[in-house]
């Protein structure tokens, strides 16, 4: 299928063939007819991307200080490296599209295939030939719209927000500074609701279409006068309210508003300006400031727009979703006008002519651009494939080759880089959820095809090898499903979410003799194995001090969805109890601990753990996992001892032996915590078909000990490990 992406290193846009989406659980497949381009909205995304680092970083500077973060905590050629991978991405674009609905995914409510409905979001609704969009993401199309005029939904949605913001009621009289493509639904917004607009901009072709869109009065900022006349108008009063939807770096919009607004109006921020408020107005008429959130309620929120959890009407009237059907229903019925506002047509194969127009490279003005799909039936194509030499070179016999399944970042960063490092490894295929990633992974990791259906890897009889590296909640299920498919399985860390799915994979893996790894990469450290050949032969019982300082993340992060991560516990504990069972060398008999939910709702506080191990030789592991450290301090610190013999580990940098009076310093300068090792571990063990780097047994046992610390409750004691 077509798709419009862009490098967000160098800026180049094209329209791109990459596989398509597939229908999954909670959405719709939807076979696009058109989409919109906001021009002001996506000429910013345009032009972050072709400017350079020096002028990323200035419009980015909270991704600048987030990068200096990860150079301290990570070092400076792994942050680069990352930063280097991110940048050299095609990003998909696109947020507002309108088409018909071809598959729907389960427990979906209210739709059907047939069904023309109206896509948001810009992490789905892509200038693309099909896409897949969560259910509360999209909405019918009133009988009769053209899919054309529904492709501005999304742009409605944002509109229509910031007019409930602003709490227009019948004869209210409303400013409206920047008469881009919002501002012009804006005010048609505000006449359908019965109140008075009156617009503001800088540009005359824009006061002059405002006119068309139903304003009352229309004023150039650069005029002189604009005040007072606005005070005429309003008797001297102000107006009621403002809408703010310029996009400006300056702090005008901000001060006029406050000016004109009348005692105890009201400002709605809903364009990107500058909000440095001049405490005069603001003081002394106590005014509301107000920021609009995009579509409207439900925005930003996984459990409405991934899970599809519906908001009650009695508490909230107008989430997302039913402001995108509203805005339908008063275009449908001739209450808002759209003809005048579409300025340019292109179709899907001449995007990049159209993002010319909206970057400002030709002479034409434009406001709302929309593109055309001119697909007949149903042409997708599910895998794309890579015609380059590479790709034709014969395969030897002893070859290993690799189907991967994820494109996430960690993938990226810590496993593809690695596939290469053992001859022989043939990279044959890879999944990713969307098209845009798996055809933009394969090409920068020489895989012969991409797609977006992982049953195109685990059923392709070509392929030798499954590696996953996905979401938390698809690891049992794609493993099992690799398993019976005769494929030899990595899969990245935890192996199962819960003990029905551990129990499922214990049987097949009994029932079939299979092969199979978990991504536990601390063991492969170097600092890990400096450590294991201090300690081996220990006489005495060891005990391990291993203080975690894993951060925050932000609380509607994935990871903290039951459904979905597990938990950090589930999700990265598991690594420190492979480590110290690894160090130990016997098996973990019982566990112990406690956390601090009963502290508060913020999932942070269940993170906040100790965790004691026992092990059958009688070796004991204090785990201290906390999410509230300080980032200048070392996420992992382990301190080992056993047998009159002291072992340091600070960050797997450092490994500082001591005993009898003595002491020596190693110092790692790569790999530092093993994921290279551990690649070239599995696949070497794959190659010659000797046992898997860590023993099935051992993996069984490290998750059992894992989902209970996670899954037994705030405090036990002594829980047997079976």
């Known amino acids: 299928m077509k798709q419009v992406l862009q490098n967000l290193k160098s800026g180049r846009l094209a329209t791109e063939e990459v596989p398509p989406p597939i229908c999954r659980k909670g959405g719709l497949l939807v076979k696009v007819g058109c989409s919109l381009i906001s021009a002001g909205t996506e000429r910013s995304k345009v032009e972050v991307a072709k400017a350079g680092y020096i002028g990323k970083a200035k419009r980015k500077p909270e991704q600048v200080r987030k990068v200096f973060d990860a150079a301290k905590r990570d070092g400076i050629r792994a942050t680069y490296q990352k930063v280097k991978d991110r940048l050299d991405r095609l990003s998909p674009l696109g947020y507002s599209v309108a088409g018909e609905v071809l598959e729907v995914g389960a427990d979906v409510r209210g739709f059907n295939a047939g ?109 002189d006068g604009i005040y007072e006349k606005l005070m005429t108008l309003t008797d001297n009063l102000g107006v009621d309210s403002v809408i703010v939807t310029a996009a400006t770096s300056s702090n005008d919009p901000v001060e006029f508003a406050g000016r004109v607004c009348r005692d105890k109006g009201r400002v709605v921020i809903v364009g990107a300006v500058r909000t440095d408020l001049p405490r005069e107005d603001y003081y002394k008429k106590e005014l509301e400031l107000l920021f ?68 400002g490279e030709t002479d034409e003005k434009c ?5 055309n799909y001119n697909s007949a039936g149903d042409g997708r194509r599910f895998m794309v494939l890579r015609h380059t030499e590479e790709t034709k070179t014969p395969i030897k016999k002893d070859s290993v080759r690799i189907g991967f399944i994820g494109g996430g970042n960690f993938a990226r960063s810590m496993l593809l880089p690695n596939l290469k490092s053992v001859d022989g490894v043939v990279c044959e295929g890879i999944a990713s959820r969307t098209g845009a990633s798996a055809k933009d992974t394969a090409d920068k990791f020489g895989f012969a095809y991409s797609t977006a259906d992982p049953n195109e890897i685990i059923n392709n009889e070509n392929i030798d090898v499954v590696m996953i590296a996905t979401r938390h909640d698809s690891h049992t299920e794609l493993v099992a499903k690799s398993i019976e ?214 993996i069984f046992r490290v998750t059992k000990a894992s989902l209970t610390l996670a899954l037994l409750g705030r405090i036990f004691w002594g829980v047997p490990i079976k």
Not at 367 to 371: F, P
């Open 115 to 223: 069904d023309m409905v109206a896509c948001a979001g810009a992490e789905y609704a892509f200038h693309s030939e099909y896409i897949f969009v969560p259910q509360n993401l999209c909405v019918k199309i009133p009988e009769g719209l053209s899919l054309e005029k529904a492709s501005f939904a999304t742009l409605g949605a944002i509109a229509m927000q910031g007019y409930r913001q602003a709490d227009v009621s019948l004869g209210n009289r409303v400013l409206v500074l920047g008469l881009g493509l919002l501002g012009q639904l804006t005010i048609g917004l505000v006449k359908a609701g019965g109140g008075i607009a009156y617009g503001v901009d800088i540009d005359k072709d824009a006061c002059d279409r405002a006119w068309e869109s139903g304003a009352d009065e229309v004023f150039i900022r650069s005029d």
């Open 292 to 359: 609009s959130r995009s579509y409207g309620p439900g925005r930003y929120d996984p459990q409405f727009e991934e899970k599809g959890m519906a908001y009650p009407i009695g508490f909230v009237r107008w989430p997302e979703n039913r402001n995108m059907e509203e805005f339908l229903r008063l275009v449908s019925t001739g209450m808002i006008k759209l003809d005048h506002l579409i300025t340019h047509r292109f179709s899907i194969d001449d995007a990049a002519d159209a993002y010319r127009v909206v970057a």
């Open 367 to 371: 406001v709302a651009i929309t593109l």
């Open 485 to 698: 498919a005769g494929k030899t399985v990595f899969v990245e860390k935890p192996l199962a979410i819960n003990f029905d799915e551990l129990k499922l994979l214990e049987d097949i893996v009994m029932r079939t003799n299979a092969r199979l790894m978990v991504g536990f990469n601390r063991r492969f450290s170097e600092a890990a194995q400096i450590a294991k050949r201090i300690l081996d032969n220990s006489k005495a019982p060891m005990n391990i001090i291993y203080r975690v300082n894993a951060g925050m993340l932000p609380r509607n992060h994935w990871v903290h969805d039951l459904d979905q991560g597990g938990n950090r516990i589930i999700g990265e504990v598991c690594h420190f109890v492979d480590l110290c069972s690894f160090f130990v060398g016997s098996p973990v008999k019982e566990v112990s601990g406690f956390d601090s939910a009963d502290a508060g709702v913020d999932p942070h506080f269940s993170e906040n753990a100790s965790f004691v191990l026992k092990f059958s030789d009688g070796s004991i592991a204090s785990v201290i996992y906390s999410p509230f450290g300080p980032s200048n301090v070392s996420k992992e610190f382990i301190e080992i001892m056993a047998d009159g013999k002291g072992v340091i580990i600070d960050d797997f940098k450092m490994v500082e032996v001591m005993g009898k009076g003595r002491s020596k310093k190693y110092r790692i300068k790569s790999d530092y915590k093993g994921h290279r090792k551990e690649v070239q571990s599995f696949l070497l063990s794959v190659k010659d078909n000797a046992p898997m780097p860590i023993d099935i047994e051992d």
